[in-house]
């Protein structure tokens, strides 16, 4: 069921019946179940700022599975998912960003024993690197 190539794989937000949201690689799609690739847990954190702007909601993305598998693609059935979207093209910027940090810091995880991936790329770090990435692309663009 594994499909290779990367121009057929979208990106997917997934919201499950246990409330859980999740982003992932959508690799097959069949009747009674999806396949997806390096599903990312989706949670959103308010932090109050000051009384004229009111909260402001962040988003984390998180291991969902992997922690506790190596195993590359899952199935899950479809009776126990409430909604399925595409990703925008922001969102989508950001889980690769994500991902391929994720996978940098794997490959370097025998040298550094210390750090998890989640202390050693902060939300704040990952944003600006996205952004400042976003800026160089529209500069060339225009």
Known sequence: MHNSKRNDISYKVIKLTNGETIIASLTA??????EIQNPLLMTIVSQRTDIRRGDNDSLNLSRWIEPYTEQKYFNIRKSTIITMASASIGLSRYYEYFIGKMEAW??????SESKSFEEEYTDEEIYDELLAELELDNKLIH
């Open 29 to 34: 799609d069949n009747n009674k179940d999806i």
């Open 106 to 111: 794997l490959e370097d995880e025998h040298n």
